[in-house]
């Protein structure tokens, strides 16, 4: 998060790395020797967004190759859901205000030259249609014509694939997507040499090395390598933009390079996995695992790439990768693996995410309607172990959203969550703010029902809000004890009231004033004083009469 | 001493086809020739290799060429031009020659062949290897030992993969949601391979 924070341009850093200096009409800046370089001033480079959606897929065809799975996706819906996620990437209210804080430009839009690089070496894993209409539809929104729009992947040895792309674009059929499907490099300057860290220049696809290009969106897919830690993501896409070489090192400097992050703004501004479908362990041949169905963006490539291995390909597809390689996706830039933040949103419809789709008892569930899931994030899970974010119930740790059930709830309305944070929350074991219920342990807001309900430090009497079963608050300033099953008193003097708590014990009060039972219920006496309560002297007085009653009975007692 | 020529000729000759690949006597379902040789398939010209593997349309009924997929030959080291860097888990295994044929079974099914000669024999058993550890392969394909070829499961398939002496060969079957379908007719395209590399 301190990176998260302190992400800005350093001139300094950039011109004692012998960078070029601000020209009149743009600024070249590739990645800081020191420091970061900010690719959005208003979205932070670690901020991850993804939305995972079965029924992005109307159904899954046997056969997978690049037309049955175009046609099996739902285009509306993954557009829809895309706008959800911009929301969330800019935090704007609207998708229009969304669009517009991610992509930006210097000129008129009418003048804007856009790119969008795609992954073409395998047609049975490529960038769905519906992913690319959605940004070409942004642009035409903006008024970019639809000659500047172009879709590339330069790659002379495997970028052939792209020609499946050709029946779905035209500039003169209105019926088809306005833009430009470039044969390798042909519509976009053929090749140039850039430079890259390190002294060396590469082949590059020429409007990007010669900054022609003023948007550059990459969209990616999910696949496995022999390289890269084991994964081919966004940054290893841009073999396609500049020339191959099977270097990590070489994959990590292209995209500190000038053509990538060069521009004022900078060039490459949103990174899209499209992981509807996604293989696992290869970058060639059919998929071998169910499709993950997750859309996932950010605009800056290490973050995306690092966030769906650890999301997405660990978790839900069972993919290995060389941990220390992974790792270097985002120490190679400066950051830790610390700083990345992933962000899960419900699909725009309103549908219910899940891991794996709606599964029972599934070992990691994140998102959605997970039931029984181990780990739930985002969306209206239940039952699982963890669960994060949405709504979520029945988990055993959940955060924000509603919650329920779980062992841990944080945020949002968690219920039944055993730890339960935030928003409001029932029935976990721990609640903490927001209204949490049933948890084992509740802090803040209004928890109810956990067994450990903690108010706060406050000076005067703490209560757990509307705890029930809860600890009570760590009053400062008064022993107070609030309901639930361990009521403790504060430290300080003052008298505690009691919450409103049901059936929990009093609490202890710890130094001066008395301890108050709660209202109703409780089953001890308090131990302050050791004085006997009435209902302790009538508890003993009745426990004599029957005993008095039963002598007569059975005509033992002599005594009258 | 007719008897003796014939005897030492026809021991002669079986020495001959043993050196070429699976030969006289060879088990069939172990994959391996009876004397353990471990030579290539002697047949190292890329162009030469794949019209050797090379399916014809209708070779096998129903089976034809898939028209947006090209047809595929060339050295090991020309490999990274057809699967970028996965180029490297075969390389290091000695691929000398390698053939890519994708088939289709009209709009329904779909088959891609891979025939590589890996050089020696010892080359083929560890790409087999490898790639079952890879890909966590145990779908059994009828009529062959699971030494000599063993599946993954895929979406909507499998993928098979087998060794013959120095050949090494992947067959990918998809749009078979019945699993063990799919094995039984990888089974025959890699019937069909084993029969052209004698």
């Known amino acids: ?560 | 001493m007719r008897i003796r020529i014939m005897r030492t000729s026809l021991t002669f000759a079986c020495l001959l086809l043993g050196l070429g690949g699976p030969g006289c006597g060879s088990d069939t379902t172990s994959g391996h020739p009876p004397d353990g040789s471990s030579q290539t398939s002697g047949t190292l010209d890329p162009t030469a290799f794949g019209q050797k593997y090379k399916f014809a349309d209708n070779e096998m009924s129903g089976w034809t060429q898939d028209p947006t997929i090209p047809f595929w030959t060339g050295k090991g080291t020309d490999l990274e031009s057809r699967i970028d860097g996965g180029n490297m888990a075969y390389l290091s295994r000695g691929c000398l020659v390698a053939m890519y044929q994708d088939l289709v079974e009209g709009d329904q099914a779909a088959c891609e062949i891979v025939a590589m000669d890996l050089g020696t024999e010892a080359n083929a058993v560890s790409m087999v290897a490898y790639e079952q550890q890879l890909r966590s392969a145990s779908i059994a394909i009828p009529g062959y030992d699971a030494s000599a070829a063993i599946g993954a499961a895929i979406q909507g398939g499998l993928t098979a993969y087998a060794h013959f002496g120095s050949l090494y060969f992947e067959v990918q079957m998809q749009g078979y949601a019945d699993q063990s379908t799919g094995a039984s007719v990888a089974a025959q395209f890699l019937q069909k391979l084993q029969s052209k590399s004698k």
């Open chain 1, 1 to 560: 998060m301190q990176k998260q924070r302190r992400d800005f341009l350093k001139i300094a850093a950039a011109g004692a790395a012998g960078l070029a200096l601000a020209r009149a009409d743009r600024v070249f800046a590739a990645w800081p020797s020191t420091g970061s370089l900010a690719v959005n001033p208003t979205i932070s480079n670690m901020r991850v967004v993804a939305c995972v959606d079965p029924k992005m897929m109307t159904s899954i065809p046997a056969l997978l190759n690049f037309t049955t799975e175009n046609g099996a996706v739902d285009s509306a819906r993954v557009q829809a859901n895309m706008d959800a996620m911009a929301m969330s990437l800019a935090n704007e209210s609207t998708a229009d205000a969304a669009w517009k804080a991610i992509f930006r430009s210097s000129k008129d839009w009418a003048a804007t030259k856009v790119a969008i690089k795609v992954n073409t070496i395998e047609p049975k894993n490529m960038a769905r249609i519906a992913v690319i209409e959605k940004f070409c539809k942004i642009m035409a929104g903006f008024g970019v014509p639809g000659a500047n729009i172009t879709i590339y992947d330069g790659n002379t040895t495997y970028g052939a694939g792209i020609s499946n792309y050709n029946s779905y674009f035209s500039l003169t059929d209105t019926t088809k997507i306005q833009a430009v499907v470039s044969s390798y490099n042909n519509s976009m300057g053929g090749t140039a040499k850039a430079a890259i860290p390190g002294g060396t220049t590469a082949n590059c696809t020429a409007d990007i090395a010669n900054g022609v290009t003023d948007i550059l969106i990459n969209i990616a897919n999910n696949k496995g390598h022999t390289m890269m830690g084991k994964a081919t993501l966004s940054m290893k896409n841009h073999f396609g933009t500049f020339a191959p070489d099977h270097d990590n090192n070489y994959v990590f400097n292209i995209n500190k390079s000038d053509a990538i992050l060069g521009g004022t703004p900078v060039r490459q501004q949103l990174c899209f996995i499209d992981s509807i479908i996604a293989n696992k362990a290869s970058n060639t041949g059919a998929p071998d695992v169910a499709p993950p169905c997750y859309l996932i963006m950010g605009v800056f490539a290490p973050a995306v790439d690092y966030l769906t291995v650890k999301k997405v390909r660990e978790p839900v597809m069972g993919a290995t990768h060389d941990a220390a390689t992974i790792t270097s996706y985002l120490t190679t830039f400066g950051y830790a693996e610390t700083d990345p933040v992933w962000v899960v949103v419900p699909p725009a419809s309103g549908g219910t995410n899940a891991d794996g789709g709606t599964a029972t008892g599934g070992t990691s569930g994140s998102g959605g309607a997970g039931s029984g899931g181990v780990s739930g994030s985002g969306g209206a899970g239940t039952g699982g172990t963890s669960a994060s974010g949405g709504a979520r119930s029945g988990g055993t740790s959940s955060s924000g959203g509603a919650g329920s059930g779980g062992t841990s709830a944080s945020g949002g309305a968690g219920t039944g969550g055993a730890n339960a944070s935030g928003g409001a929350r029932s029935g976990g074991g721990s609640a903490s703010g927001g209204a949490g219920s049933g948890g084992a342990s509740a802090s803040g807001g209004a928890g109810s029902g956990g067994a450990n309900a903690t108010g706060g430090s406050t000076n005067g009497a703490a209560s757990g809000g509307a705890g029930a079963g809860g600890v009570g608050g760590t009053a400062t300033s008064a022993p107070s004890a609030s309901g639930g099953s361990f009521a403790t008193g504060g430290t300080s003097a003052g008298n505690g009231t009691a919450g409103s708590g049901v059936g929990g014990r009093t609490g202890t009060s710890q130094s001066t004033g008395p301890a108050t039972k709660g209202d109703s219920g409780g089953c001890d006496i308090a131990a302050s004083g050791r004085r006997t309560t009435r209902l302790g002297a009538m508890l003993a007085l009745g426990a004599v009469v029957a005993e008095k009653l039963r002598r007569l009975v059975s005509g033992s007692d002599r005594s009258s």
